[in-house]
Each structure stands twice: as C-alpha cells, then as structure tokens.
C-alpha cells in the first residue's frame, strides 16, 4: 500500500499506541523517521527503538514509554504536509508549550529540534510538533 505521508502516519501510529498502553509499536522505516525518532529518543518521550531489515524491507520497532501509567506523549501533531509545505525562519522558531514539547524541524544542517536551530540561527521546514 502506497501512503501519500508516511511520517504522517509514523506519528498515528505512536499516539494510536501509546493512547491505547501498548508497549511497543512497529511501522515501516526510512532515514527520515530514524532522524526523528532518534530526537523522541533524546528529548525523553519514547525509550527506544531499533530497526529491523529483512531483504530490501526496513521496518522499525518502538519502545513507548509511560510515567504512572501514562503516557509520555500528551500529543503529537503535523505542522508541515505534503500538500503545504510550513518553513519558517530561526527568528520565527517559538517554544511549544513553554518548552514543555518540541518541534522537529528539518534544515539544511540535518533534522534537530527547533531549540537547537533557532541556537544555531537556522531556519527549515517544521515536520512536527510532540508535547
């Protein structure tokens, strides 16, 4: 099955996941999700994640990670889509919930959270914003 917005669909599947208390969650895999998942993983809102090949097929499984029963995720949301793109410059970058989440943005220098490009005075295109 083709999907139009596979991060899109990375993100469902994590808040899906984690809303319903299951332990783990498995997705298919690219370059693009392992560089968000690895900031998840930093910024502390999931445990860990690995990836699996088998052939030509790379898929990857998600550790979520709870506190008191409850998910760490609050929510998790798409800025930027394939049908409208959202780039903002490193001025415009702004905390997400008095930096309590973060926002993923990707920029020239690689994927990074927004803190650390607006610290390195870059702008991009926001993929998405955790809480």
């Given amino acids: 099955m083709s999907l139009s917005d596979p991060i899109a669909d990375m993100l469902t599947r994590i808040r899906n996941a984690s809303r319903a208390g299951h332990v783990s969650v498995s997705f298919p895999g690219s370059r693009l999700k392992t560089a968000i998942l690895d900031i998840f993983k930093t910024e502390g809102f999931i445990e860990n994640y690995a990836v699996k090949k088998s ?54 220098k690689g994927v990074m959270t927004g803190r650390k490009a607006r610290k390195l005075n870059i702008g991009g295109e926001i993929i998405c914003r955790v809480w």
Avoid: H, W
């Avoid at 898929?59 to 929510?75: E, G, S």
């Avoid at 793109?85 to 926002?103: E, H, M, Q």
């Fill in 55 to 108: 052939g030509n097929k790379t898929d990857i499984d998600v550790k979520l990670k709870y506190y008191n029963k409850m998910p760490v995720i609050r929510q998790m949301e798409r800025v930027s889509t394939p049908g409208r793109r959202f780039y903002i410059a490193a001025k415009d970058l702004r905390p997400v919930r008095n930096n309590i989440g973060i926002s993923v943005v990707s920029t020239s």
